[in-house]
């Protein structure tokens, strides 16, 4: 079996998951579906970044206890994660003492090798980005120099630190750039990369004298580990000793513009030093804001995704950011336009036509619910009733329909098209056509008139059994996005095939997807569906998303 490792950022547990969090962790989650899907097994990992001072300062803040206080907020995040289905197989903290001794280990060997060394550290050190600012780094607010993501006036320090030395690895990255041309995704941030690894490399801390919580080095147990260093590593920590730190493993990670030095230049050298295997690809999400503004405490415009996907849908909130953007691209968050998609796309796009389809299945009982999908019979034209004016439009629009499904689902051809350059947008946008077109197929075909009139009632089922197919086939092909209206579907087809394909558990047997995607003979049970909700159907009964 082929296998996939995933990854979201971990987190810092200073706050509760916004927005911002949910959307690397849905990508994430995406990817982890698909992959499932087309038959790999499939680790996901996600969690939290713990050994920071940022977490530190606010449990201080709060007068608690910092494991305490860590294990709460591990809690908490889990309990979102699980809210909002994302579908992980591991998580780490790390504070966990198989990624302590993990992080040791690489110390040691890069410390052996001559890669870490000790000297003396002076300059501004910003808490918020847990990151050293040059001068350039800095802009000036109300006469001072303060960072500008937080902006804070950075602290002083000078302390005796040990330092990686990522400027002897200059030609090794360059090598790794050129051997993978997709290491990082999009282009422009791979340039971005390349082009500050052109003569601007320096050592960098991976040690702290001051600060006492985080992991000691072995060599040195009165310093403990910088929190990059240390969380850097923590993608190894949850696979290697499960065998998905391999070159067997396509290994791919999912991250914030903001993050995307210390994952694309530190990390690869970090990982050669300790004569670790290097990720397969890096795909660098853009950042959201809500309504224009920087979503931030004192704005009060921090969104909760948990509320989101109560209000509206799961599937509504993950569509909404994956479709809106290309995911390098900076997007927009508003309640409105969320509302405006769930409605104009989901409501009555998808879940219209599933409802026109299984609604009319259900007024005729067609069959008792047993349908057989056969090469469509020639019906006469003049059996139609002469009101049924389109039926001849219809015709080519059902071709055109079949045409798109055969030749779409390749499952090679998905990975190369779609996912491995992280066009999800472009998936999502390619998937709503079908779903236009079958729209515009059955309001053309009009099997509701076909059926009126005995000549025609056999080409008025067959209508239904082509569409019940195209209804069972999207909804496939949605799976690693709209889950939930995945269910709903899954559920009307009492047949295993359908039953086996779950994404959100674990990997395709025997080709289980291929198998119920050609299924062209099924049971469904006869009653209409309505997959999405309007809001005020959601508001008066929370719980019918599933939770
Ligand atoms: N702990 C580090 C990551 C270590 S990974 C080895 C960290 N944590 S963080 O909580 O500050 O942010 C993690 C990630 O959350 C970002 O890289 C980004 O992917 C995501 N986002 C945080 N805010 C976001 C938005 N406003 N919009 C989109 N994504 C955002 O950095």
């Not at 995933?6 to 690397?24: F, K, Q």
């Not at 990059?228 to 791919?252: C, H, K, P, Q």
């Not at 809500?290 to 004192?298: A, C, L, Q």
């Not at 080409?459 to 195209?470: G, H, K, M, N, P």
């Given at each position: 079996?082929?296998?996939?490792?995933?990854?979201?950022?971990?987190?810092?547990?200073?706050?509760?998951?916004?927005?911002?969090?949910?959307?690397?962790?849905f990508?994430a989650?995406?990817?982890?579906?698909?992959k499932?899907?087309?038959?790999?097994?499939?680790?996901?990992?996600?969690?939290?970044?713990?050994?920071?001072?940022?977490v530190?300062?606010?449990?201080?803040?709060?007068?608690?206890?910092?494991?305490?206080?860590?294990?709460?907020m591990?809690?908490k995040?889990?309990?979102?994660?699980?809210?909002?289905?994302?579908?992980?197989?591991?998580?780490?903290?790390?504070?966990?003492?198989n990624?302590?001794?993990?992080?040791?280990?690489?110390?040691?060997?890069?410390?052996?090798?001559?890669?870490?060394?000790?000297?003396?550290?002076?300059?501004?050190?910003?808490?918020?980005?847990?990151?050293?600012?040059?001068?350039?780094?800095?802009?000036?607010?109300?006469?001072?120099m303060?960072?500008?993501?937080h902006?804070?006036?950075?602290?002083?320090?000078?302390?005796?630190?040990?330092?990686?030395?990522?400027?002897?690895?200059?030609?090794?990255?360059?090598?790794?750039?050129?051997?993978?041309?997709?290491?990082?995704?999009?282009?422009?941030?791979?340039?971005?990369?390349?082009s500050?690894?052109?003569?601007?490399?320096?050592?960098?801390?991976?040690?702290r004298?001051?600060?006492?919580?985080?992991?000691?080095?072995?060599?040195?147990?009165?310093?403990?580990t910088?929190?990059?260093?240390?969380?850097?590593?923590?993608?190894?920590?949850?696979?290697?000793?499960?065998?998905?730190?391999?070159?067997?493993?396509?290994i791919?990670?999912?991250?914030?513009?903001?993050?995307?030095?210390?994952?694309?230049?530190f990390?690869?050298?970090?990982?050669?030093?300790?004569?670790?295997?290097?990720?397969?690809?890096?795909?660098?999400?853009?950042?959201?804001?809500?309504?224009?503004?920087?979503m931030?405490?004192?704005?009060?415009?921090?969104?909760?995704?948990?509320?989101?996907?109560?209000?509206?849908?799961?599937?509504?909130?993950?569509?909404?950011?994956?479709?809106?953007?290309?995911?390098?691209?900076?997007?927009?968050?508003?309640?409105?336009?969320?509302?405006?998609?769930?409605?104009?796309?989901?409501?009555?796009?998808?879940?219209?036509?599933?409802?026109?389809?299984?609604?009319?299945?259900?007024?005729?009982?067609?069959?008792?619910?047993?349908?057989?999908?056969?090469?469509?019979?020639?019906?006469?034209?003049e059996?139609?009733?002469?009101?049924?004016?389109?039926?001849?439009?219809?015709?080519?629009?059902?071709?055109?329909l079949?045409?798109?499904?055969?030749?779409?689902?390749?499952?090679?051809?998905?990975?190369?098209?779609?996912l491995?350059?992280?066009?999800?947008?472009?998936?999502?946008e390619?998937?709503?056509?079908l779903?236009?077109?079958?729209?515009?197929?059955?309001?053309?075909?009009?099997?509701?008139?076909?059926?009126?009139?005995?000549?025609?009632?056999?080409?008025?089922?067959?209508?239904?059994?082509?569409?019940?197919?195209?209804?069972?086939n999207?909804?496939?092909?949605?799976?690693?996005?709209?889950?939930?209206?995945?269910?709903?579907?899954?559920?009307?087809?009492?047949?295993?095939?359908?039953?086996?394909?779950?994404?959100?558990?674990?990997?395709?047997?025997?080709?289980?997807?291929?198998?119920?995607?050609?299924?062209?003979?099924?049971?469904?049970?006869?009653?209409?569906?309505?997959?999405?909700?309007?809001?005020?159907?959601?508001?008066?009964?929370?719980?019918?998303?599933?939770?």
């Amino acid at each position: 079996m082929k296998k996939f490792l995933v990854t979201t950022p971990i987190y810092y547990p200073n706050g509760y998951p916004h927005i911002g969090h949910a959307y690397s962790s849905f990508i994430a989650d995406f990817y982890a579906r698909y992959k499932r899907l087309l038959g790999y097994a499939v680790k996901f990992s996600t969690w939290n970044d713990e050994n920071s001072q940022n977490v530190l300062k606010k449990a201080a803040e709060e007068s608690k206890e910092i494991m305490p206080y860590l294990d709460a907020m591990a809690q908490k995040w889990k309990e979102v994660r699980d809210h909002l289905q994302i579908s992980y197989t591991d998580f780490i903290r790390t504070t966990q003492n198989n990624h302590k001794k993990l992080v040791q280990e690489m110390l040691q060997k890069s410390f052996d090798k001559w890669d870490i060394y000790q000297w003396t550290y002076e300059g501004h050190y910003c808490v918020g980005c847990e990151a050293f600012k040059t001068e350039k780094d800095l802009i000036e607010k109300d006469g001072q120099m303060v960072c500008p993501d937080h902006l804070t006036k950075p602290d002083l320090i000078m302390e005796k630190n040990r330092f990686f030395k990522l400027s002897g690895y200059e030609t090794s990255l360059k090598e790794l750039y050129a051997r993978n041309p997709d290491f990082v995704v999009p282009e422009h941030r791979f340039n971005e990369v390349k082009s500050f690894v052109n003569g601007s490399l320096i050592d960098f801390s991976v040690s702290r004298e001051t600060n006492k919580f985080g992991i000691p080095l072995p060599f040195d147990p009165s310093q403990v580990t910088y929190v990059w260093y240390d969380a850097l590593f923590n993608y190894v920590t949850i696979s290697r000793n499960e065998g998905f730190w391999n070159n067997e493993t396509e290994i791919v990670h999912v991250l914030g513009k903001d993050i995307s030095r210390f994952h694309a230049i530190f990390r690869p050298a970090m990982l050669m030093s300790a004569d670790e295997k290097c990720p397969d690809r890096e795909y660098i999400t853009g950042y959201f804001t809500v309504d224009g503004h920087k979503m931030s405490k004192s704005l009060g415009n921090v969104v909760d995704p948990v509320q989101m996907v109560n209000d509206y849908d799961r599937d509504a909130v993950i569509f909404n950011l994956l479709y809106d953007v290309p995911i390098w691209a900076d997007g927009d968050f508003s309640v409105e336009r969320l509302a405006n998609l769930y409605d104009s796309m989901l409501i009555w796009g998808r879940g219209n036509l599933v409802n026109r389809v299984t609604s009319l299945c259900e007024k005729y009982k067609i069959n008792d619910g047993v349908f057989i999908l056969k090469k469509r019979e020639m019906f006469k034209w003049e059996d139609l009733d002469p009101e049924v004016s389109r039926a001849g439009d219809s015709r080519a629009s059902e071709n055109g329909l079949f045409k798109l499904f055969e030749e779409d689902f390749n499952a090679d051809y998905i990975e190369e098209k779609y996912l491995n350059k992280a066009h999800i947008r472009d998936y999502l946008e390619d998937r709503y056509k079908l779903v236009q077109k079958a729209n515009e197929f059955i309001t053309k075909a009009e099997p509701r008139k076909k059926y009126k009139r005995d000549a025609t009632k056999a080409w008025a089922i067959s209508d239904l059994q082509f569409l019940l197919y195209i209804v069972k086939n999207l909804a496939l092909i949605s799976a690693p996005f709209l889950v939930n209206g995945f269910k709903k579907i899954q559920n009307i087809f009492g047949n295993e095939e359908l039953s086996f394909v779950d994404s959100s558990v674990s990997s395709a047997d025997n080709d289980n997807f291929k198998k119920a995607f050609d299924m062209r003979e099924f049971k469904v049970e006869l009653k209409p569906i309505i997959i999405y909700q309007k809001k005020e159907e959601n508001d008066k009964n929370p719980d019918q998303s599933g939770w």
